[in-house]
């Protein structure tokens, strides 16, 4: 796992490394700037003419760092310090009295960026001559590279001003892009854009990943991300952990073991309850995701009419049927004590009876459940359901279930997503993953896991049914129902990861995730 940590921890280490530990914090910047070269070197980036756009923070103290270390290596650099120069950090004010006695050229710019830099729209012949002219020499002196120093983790509010207007001409410039820490204008915490923003082709953050830099838009603006080391280590926590993580590939070494001496018992017993009249498809692809997960044996309560597709398409699932209300109560109750795991929700649909199911399931069960699609569609209209006491729940709506929920525009929850999950989570205590191109997944009053896995292709009919059957599969193989979620959306989004080369992004279904597990679990 890697930690995601916001501007405030990312602040309150730098503060623990240099006050507690006493490590000063122009060395800080010193090892900050050398990873920047590094960097700049292992992509084979041309760093011959470069310009460098410095903020008055310590951010603009790195680029300006940066820029010494490029100008005694022999290349062209320039320096734009936008803002107050007076209004320097003490650290920048060190770095720009180093680059003055080393005599590199330092462009300060306090207001009217566009008088002094930008290209002018001409207004007669002459100019217009003069224009061309510039616009030759321009080309002929080019910058090979951009680097964005302007703002870091300070941000603290919309960019306005010469600071947007240095943002528009760094993105307009040619030359590759890098980001010291973060892309100008990106909210370190959320990755919304303030205003306006930098667009890198790679961005150098230190110490540990910023949350801004995976959430979308920020990682649009991100580009290749880079994490340096700068001698920032996980002793300047002090104790608090940060509480917002990232699964990585060599996390799936944590699910479940499988044994030489097992048999399908061991592996645990998911009953699936899915599917209506009018829908078959759902019931099927949950509960061959559960056996391709490592479920030992699955069983399906649905309506009677699913019976022949289900044992045609997966004779392994074992099917419960009811037809209309009569003996619906009894053979619920025995099939949800049958199990170890419950699958709730997908293509139930919401008549009277698939109302009556989820209550009846979520007011019985004693075993966790994963409720999904329509089951979350009922609840939305029955909330006090999930205030009442419940075993352990795994909520996986995407943006319009939760919409629903909570009653917030799908616009709103997108830009929020993180709290929208998170207080989702506390105020109903269940575990809540709230699926977008980032899905998040909150525990409650514990950690928060951003997923980076998967791709636009898995937004396709039956994908979350998948993910609710492969979280069930984890479940019934052992792993806790936090693990099994977190690794469930990992590896949801791994095996259409794996398919999409193969069918590309239009024609990725759900069948194709199906096979993608068989690829990512193998
Ligand atoms: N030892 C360390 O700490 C290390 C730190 N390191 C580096 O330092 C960076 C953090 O530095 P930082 O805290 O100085 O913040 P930074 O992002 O440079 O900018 C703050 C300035 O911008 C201003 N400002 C904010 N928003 C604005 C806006 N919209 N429009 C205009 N102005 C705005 C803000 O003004 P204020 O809000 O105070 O009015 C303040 O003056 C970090 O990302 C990393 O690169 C590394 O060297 C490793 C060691
Ligand atoms: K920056």
Known sequence: ????????????????????????????MERAALRVVEMIKKEAADAKRTLV????????????????????????????LIGNPEKCSEETKKQYDILKAYGIPVVEQKEGFCEQFCVQEPDSEQAQIQTQMQTQIQAQTAYTLIIDALFGIGLSRNVEGIHREAIEEMNRLEGTKIAIDIP????????????????????????????????????DAAGQIHIADIGITKESFLEKEPQMLMPQAEDLTR??????????GTYGKVLVIAGSEEISGAAYFSAKAAY????????????????TMLTTRLPEAIPVTYDGKKNLKESLIAAVQWADVLVLGPGLGRSDTARQIVKLTIQTAA?????????????????????GPHTDLIVTPHLGEMSRL?????????????????????????????????????????????????????????????????????????????????FGVYVHGLSGDAMVEKTGYYSLMAEDILDGIKEVLK
């Open 255 to 264: 699910l479940p073991k499988r044994k030489a001496d097992s048999n399908k």
């Open 406 to 486: 909570v009653d917030m525009p799908i616009e709103y929850i997108k830009k929020n997503i993180l709290m929208t999950a998170q207080d989702f989570s506390r105020e109903y205590n269940v575990i809540c993953v709230l699926k977008d191109a980032r899905t998040i997944t909150s525990i409650p009053y514990g950690k928060t896991y951003v997923n980076t896995s998967g791709n636009h292709g898995m937004a396709t009919a039956g994908s979350g049914d998948v993910l609710t059957g492969i979280i069930a599969g984890f479940l019934a193989g052992g792993l806790t129902p936090e693990e099994a979620a977190v």
């Open 53 to 80: 756009v410095c903020g008055t923070g310590n951010n603009g103290g790195d680029g300006m760092a940066v820029a010494r270390m490029l100008y005694l290596e022999g290349n062209e650099v320039e320096v734009w």
């Open 1 to 28: 796992m890697q930690y995601l940590l916001n501007a405030r921890e990312m602040k309150q280490i730098d503060k623990n490394t240099i006050e507690v530990f006493g490590v000063p914090s122009l060395v800080l």
């Open 184 to 219: 100008s204008g990106i909210h370190a915490d959320s990755g919304a854009v303030m205003g306006n923003c930098f667009y890198a082709d790679h961005t150098v953050t230190f110490a540990y990943n910023k949350t801004g830099l995976w959430l979308y838009p920020g990682a």
């Open 367 to 387: 075993v966790p459940i994963i409720v999904d699609a329509d089951a979350l569609n009922l609840l939305s209209e029955e909330l006090e359901i999930l205030k």
């Open 292 to 307: 391709l997960s490592g479920c030992g044996l699955v069983k399906v309560f649905t309506h009677e009419k699913n019976r």
